[in-house]
């Protein structure tokens, strides 16, 4: 029948290990001013936020036939994560005249991040 397309397959594979390389805490203001830095250097920048941590990450690039099979696995990579406790959300920072814009992150993947970060705030 013309128009009718095939049956397609969909299947969902879900993250099952996130791997993070570095991570430093900061306290809110110095990850605002970091972030604020990440920004006039040309770096699109949105802070997430879930579990009362605000958090910025770095993800390794699939750009390698050894990361995509890792991801092909269910693990990712991330090169660097800056996180800060934030008790209650806002939805921006301010840095001088600049808003660092805050994202209420619904992503069940980063917010099981930032629960974990959480548990490690004042480790450091």
């Not at 594979?13 to 250097?41: C, F, G, H, Q, R």
């Not at 040309?42 to 995509?68: D, R, T």
């Not at 991040?113 to 490690?120: D, H, P, Y």
């Amino acid at each position: 029948m013309p128009g009718r397309e095939p049956a397609v397959r969909v299947s969902y594979k879900p993250v099952e290990e996130l791997v993070i390389l570095e991570m430093v805490e900061y306290n809110i203001l110095k990850l605002a001013e970091t972030a604020a830095l990440l920004i006039d250097s040309g770096m699109p920048v949105i802070l997430n936020w879930a579990e009362g941590v605000a958090f910025y990450h770095q993800p390794l690039p699939f750009s390698s036939k050894e990361l995509l099979k890792e991801r092909m696995r269910g693990r990712i990579y991330w090169a660097s994560v800056i996180y800060a406790a934030m008790a209650k959300y806002r939805p921006t920072l301010k840095v001088g005249a600049r808003d660092i814009p805050v994202l209420m992150n619904p992503n069940p993947v980063l917010r099981q991040v930032a629960a974990w970060l959480k548990k490690r705030l004042g480790e450091a």
